[in-house]
């Protein structure tokens, strides 16, 4: 409609233009010469185009937008479940709030497939917006105030989304994404999720979590089942399960976490995370641990 | 049509009694509406290539994805400081320029209304800037965009000068656009030529008249959002701090309902040019002139109802959002009379494809583009989806630049002959239109894509493999290209006062008063003051319209001193002779003082901003300094 919209109206002034066109060398010349006479019906113009057209189209245009607003604003069927998104500068606290166990991950929201879900939205800090185009329009992010979404993945897969208020520094590097799974394969993921760990292999992984204490990791960070309880970054109990880090600014592997750890605001700059000075052998081993949280 | 002549020695008297005073004292105490009106043109086109070449940083930015050139503190200063000077500094202003010039020569009147205040209105518009850019220096720009989302804005987050400098020049700049509006306003009821009533008056007229209420109303919004995030930021008032009982959305809805009428103030008197400039070129009265002008008047009303399609995101309830969503539907009506009247007009007409007409079908163009796609964004379930991704960015470019660029375009076209007195080259003026209008299409079009493939607005840079690099590339090609096109312009500018044709009174043989006077018009603009008889003066007795009879060639001349008629309101009836003030330094020693207070507040230094308010209060007593004024009542 917008399209057909817009070439009708081109194809007007195009026409417009061309049907009298003067000629240039004798226009402007002064005199009598080259005025046109008003025509009766000339009104009609801006009464059919100007009015009674848009008129109808609007009243249409908007008739659909109810239809749909009235369509999308509730799911149709009861949630199965809520979640709980928070959002920080620049990255998305998940947590599956309605479960005792209180999993909570960080910029994957895990979800089955085929059910409505419903989203309770807050913020840490300044407004976010979240949107996963593919499954939802956006819902701001307000600090202050709690927002409701519902969302509902018909096909398995990942969906993209990002924070699209802009929201400082790194507005740009705060992707979100919404992984549906078969309800079987979400189930077994949440109940993995809730685990706790419960202790450290020797070797390096035990190095690197004395590493991980000892260092300034545990006071922003919390690994479930170990004092680190930190409430600023995100949850890393179960880091090694997830496809990316830094807000989705990296693939998830050894060398981008290395990366990270040792010069975050290289990567991100202006990020919360503060460059943790740390020998070679300590960050090996602090990356060992790492891995092992999954 | 022949000016009007008078003896010379007359017209000596009237350039005596009008004319600035040269020298240093003149250039700062001038108040000839032409001089500021030239000001205000020059300075906020000087705006207009700031953000131009901000753009042209984002731009080369943006063009491949995982681009470091720029660190995201620049990226967003930059990108900030892009919209703001566009939209505060040029969108605005450069209309106030064509308005400052153009009204007392289009209703027949000698200069404003208020001139001190005028200047007072050019000064602030230059010193705010000025102000504002003094952020560059510091290296501490703005960088929350030019919509500035509390709480971002707050200390916690923004602990630097930037938002300081945001809030205090937008305080600064609200001075010299209240002051502007409330002039015209004055001027319009005020000052017009006898006989130029209100069914007279040229649609650009009713457009600047519209958004000067608009603004007046529009503007303590925006001003106090300003001043409540300065209270917050220095005085820990917390008026958008959530966590203590403020809100974060009080600033967004301050912002928008100031922010969308703004948008209409910026594109009301620009689609005013070319209602004005289509019947030049297409050799007839404008079709529906009474529809177009109530339009435009509703247009500005409606404006006030349309804030919260801004904020649909934000959760509030459906059906708020769905009156909104009406509102901003229904004031597509007005725009789709305007441009009704134009293809009528055209149609019925005899187009003329002179460089302004050509800028002002493409303007048509553009105009529909951006009110379809603002159909979709006022379409709440839709605008869920489009909403801060460059669906946004594509639509609003436009909006601003097909509206209000290419319309400020046909009007340099249409009138630098008349205040320059040469013509522009019109070979350079078609180059300078295919390039600005190619460049727009290829690099705005794409972007409409881009937001319906996910990009989201006020990204410093993206990753690759999401589809967005082949489109950003054409993107900025096309902003390159559109560059190109304003450059090509302003050559031709000063190609123009080297060797430009003499434009003599009237170039296009155009019906309005403006074309009465040579080329440029003389500091008293007219010598004897017109009596209007009709909407189209010079056109009399040559169209198939029924008119009254102007005369241009007998009305009283007024050379006792600075002399112009105070008419009526609506008819504008003469009733009283006013006596206008000569050039005076104040409106630029009170522009100065403001400019000293805004560095006390932005420095914290209470002796900088006590000196400010001291020098305020001695330059209100000396502008309002008893020194004999005359007002003679009519006949007397």
Redesign the interface.
Known sequence: MSVAVVLAITALVIAGGWRRRHDNARSSGGGNAGFVDQSANELRWIVVGGMIVPAVILTLTFAFTIVTENATAAPPASAAMTIEIIGHRWWWEVKYSGDSAGPVTANEVHVPVGKPIRLELTSADVIHSFWIPQLAGKTDVIPGQRNIAWIQADAPGVYRGACTEYCGQQHANMAAFVVAQSPADFAQWLEHQRAVVTGVAPGPAAAGFAVFQASACASCHTIRGTSASGRIGPDLTHLASRATIAGGTLANNRGNLAGWIANPQTIKPGNVMPAIPLRSRDLQALLAYLETLQ | ?ATTTVPAPVSERLTRIWETAPGLFGALASVDHKTIGKRYLVTSIVFLILGGAEAAALRVQLARPDTSLM???AY?QIFSMHGITMIFWYAAPVLSGFSNYMWPLMLGARDMACPRANALSYWTFLMSGVFLYTSALVGQMP???W?A?A??TET??SPGLNMDFYAIALTFLSVSTTVGAINFVVTLFKTRAPGMSVNRLPIFVWGTLTTSFSVIAAAPALTAACVLLYLDRRFGAHFYD??FG????LWQHLFWSFGHPWVYIVVLPAMGIVSDLMPTF????L??YA?VAL?TVSTGMLGFGVWVHHMF???LP?TA??FF??AS??I??PS??????W??T?????????TPMLFA?GF??LF??GG??G??TA???????L???YFIVAHLHYVLIGINVFAVMAGFYYWLPKITGKMLNEKLGKVNFWLMFIGFGVGFFPMHTLGLL?M???????AAG?GWEWQNMWVTIGAFVFALGVAVFIANFFWSLRSGDDAGPN???APTLEWATPSPPPPYNFARVPIVGSRHPL?EG????RTGQSLLDTGPILDEGRDTFGTTPLDAEPDEILRMPEDTMWPFFLSLSILVVSYGLLFDRLWLGAIGIGALFVCIAGWFWPRGVVRSPAGA
């Open positions: 049509m660190t995201p503190e967003n960088d929350k965009g919509f989302y709480p971002l916690a987050y959530a966590a403020g809100s974060a959305l297409c050799r007839r009265p079709v529906g529809f339009a995101a934000t959760g459906a959002s769905s969503s009406a539907m229904v597509t009506i789709a009379i305007a441009v009704f009247s293809i009528a055209m149609w019925h007409g005899r187009p003329v494809f002179k079908a048509i163009i529909v583009i379809v796609s159909v979709a379409a709440n379930a839709y605008d869920l989806q909403t801060d991704t996910g989201p607005r006020r990204i410093y840079t993206y999401l170039p296009w043989d056109w040559r169209t198939s319209e």
